[in-house]
């Protein structure tokens, strides 16, 4: 087990599912994550402008090192639908090595 937070956990959700396939494909291919979980449809409660909204969602869960998460929240900023679009970044305290290795091999800049 690993115990610096040098991986983290990238969140965002989406309006559809095409793109959560998107955003979750077009880090990938950036490097700036080594691999994209879409989940959902998902259902989400929130206060939006003073009104208590639901909505359909796709989740996208990011595995990336710390190092690439700056360029990750700007890949997901720029190319989601949102307004203020959920970012979350949680860091990982443990895991199993070889693939957090895995992870810091293909989200190495090339």
């Not at 909204?53 to 990750?72: D, M, N, P």
Request: hydrophobic share 35%; proline share 4%.
């Amino acid at each position: 087990m690993t115990t610096a937070s040098e991986h983290c956990q990238v969140v965002t959700t989406t309006d559809s599912r095409e793109a959560a396939d998107s955003l979750a494909s077009g880090a990938v291919r950036a490097r700036v994550a080594a691999c994209a979980q879409v989940i959902g449809p998902i259902t989400s409660t929130y206060w939006w402008q003073g009104a208590m909204e639901s909505a359909q969602e796709w989740q996208i869960v990011f595995k990336t090192t710390t190092g690439r998460y700056a360029e990750l929240e700007a890949h997901i900023r720029t190319r989601h639908g949102y307004d203020v679009p959920e970012i979350l970044c949680t860091p990982v305290t443990g895991g199993n090595p070889a693939y957090l290795a895995w992870v810091t091999e293909e989200t190495r800049a090339r």
